[in-house]
């Protein structure tokens, strides 16, 4: 009774301490500065706190006991949370601000993406750094991606290999862009398209990677051996793409923001927010054969082997577009399923979130004007959950689901929808990781 009553007062003495003028101020002032921006990095706060938030407890023998990895852009913070209790277990001392993504691997290392505090690119997510962490803090592996043509960003991947896959937005000159790529706009000094690199932490050496600027199709000047219409390309990018139901882009023109690894097939799903699709990248290839259309296991090089989400995107009239703005593509445990975030927030998606639970391929055959997209199997929405930026979900061992609301902290949700848990908290998060209380990862920390 006594514990229970410490912790009430510790958590309206954090109420008062991280005022909401604190967090919003932060937001706001990121906004003025770049509105067109996904999100930004809202930058450290001297706030600090020992309760995370507020536990709102709705059935407590529907919730997973496990522990929640939290990601907080908003206080620049990574720690271990109790679901039970809203306790911190453990954080981590960082050296710099988040560049969202923080994950445990198995052996109690932290693998996360800091911000480079000389970089020289500051699109909404960007970082420019990555760590390998050891659990009493000690830096283990640090690593640099940025200059003022390239920086990393959002979402870094633990391969079982063992080497580490990293988001990087890769920069053009407009001139470039233009002469070169079929550029059809003339409104930012310099444009950044997605790449990926693979790291072997070991020796630093990158020893795989791939770049979109190596498989666009436009249709703006036929001159350029990229000409096509994208109809009839539909495994290739259309670099002129703009959502009509989003305003005008800053130089940040597709705006990847999450990665998800399957070892099984060799493949690579990746999030892209501002196409509001996810593509699927063949692993397989060497780095010579992603730079073109041949070769890797499905013969098509660096080109997309499928995609899904938004077929307006390639202007296929026989799919029904699904996503707006999209986060966190997660696999799920021993199926061939996946969980995506859509954010929402565009005109005709009403404000609110939706959470899918997908059906992948069997096959990956990605055809022209043929309904390529998937099988929904299962959806979560409420009328309470939206968040425009960042955010994600898991699915639970016990087949509930872990669902991260940016702006407002996370829920648990059962398959059959309804609210286990929740969770307010005073952060800005990216995601939540949940760690079963007897993981590997947690074994060298005393919780």
Known sequence: MKLNLLCILLFFSVLISCSDETL???????????????????????????????????????????????????FNRVYLMNKNNAEILHEWELESGIGNDAELLANGQLLVSLIDENKQIGFGGYAGKIQLINPDNAISWDYTISSDTEISHHDVELLPNGNILVLVWEGKTIEDATQNYG?????????????????????????WQWSAWD?????????????GLVSENPNRINLNYRDALQEAHNGDIMHANGLEYDAENDLIL?????????????????????????????????????????????????????????????????????????????????????????????????????????????SFT????????????????????????????????TNDKQVAWKFKGKGFFWRAYPYQKDADALNNFEL
């Not at 938030?53 to 929640?68: A, K, M, P």
């Not at 550029?183 to 020893?207: G, M, Q, S, W």
């Open 24 to 74: 919003t101020g932060i937001e706001e002032s990121e906004q003025e500065e770049n509105p067109d921006v996904e999100e930004e990095n809202p930058g450290t706060s001297e706030e600090t706190y020992e309760l995370a938030g507020e536990i709102e407890l709705y059935n407590q023998e529907l919730i997973e006991d496990s522990y929640v990895l939290v990601n907080d852009a908003g």
């Open 215 to 227: 498989h666009l199709v436009q249709d703006n000047d036929d001159s350029l051996p990229n000409y």
């Open 270 to 378: 990746m999030s892209v927010n501002f196409y509001s699709e996810v593509w699927v990248l063949d692993h397989s290839t060497t780095t010579g054969e992603a730079t073109t259309s041949e070769g890797g296991s499905h013969g098509l090089g660096g080109d997309l082997i499928y995609r899904f989400g938004n077929p307006e995107v390639y202007e296929n009239t026989q799919g029904t577009r699904s996503f707006y703005h999209n986060h966190g593509i997660n696999s799920i445990p021993d199926t061939n399923r996946a969980l995506i975030y859509v954010n929402g927030g565009l005109s005709n998606n009403n404000d609110q979130s939706v959470v899918y639970e997908l059906q992948l391929p069997e096959n990956y055959n990605l055809l022209a004007e043929t309904d390529n997209e998937l099988e929904q199997l299962w």
């Open 382 to 413: 409420d009328i309470n959950l939206f968040a425009p930026k960042v955010s994600g979900a898991f699915r639970l061992p016990n087949g509930n689901t872990l669902i991260t609301e940016g702006d407002y902290g996370f829920w648990e949700v």
């Open 183 to 207: 550029y059809a706009y003339d409104l930012d000094e310099r444009i950044f398209a997605e790449k990926l690199v693979e790291i072997n932490p070991e020796t630093n050496e990158i020893v």
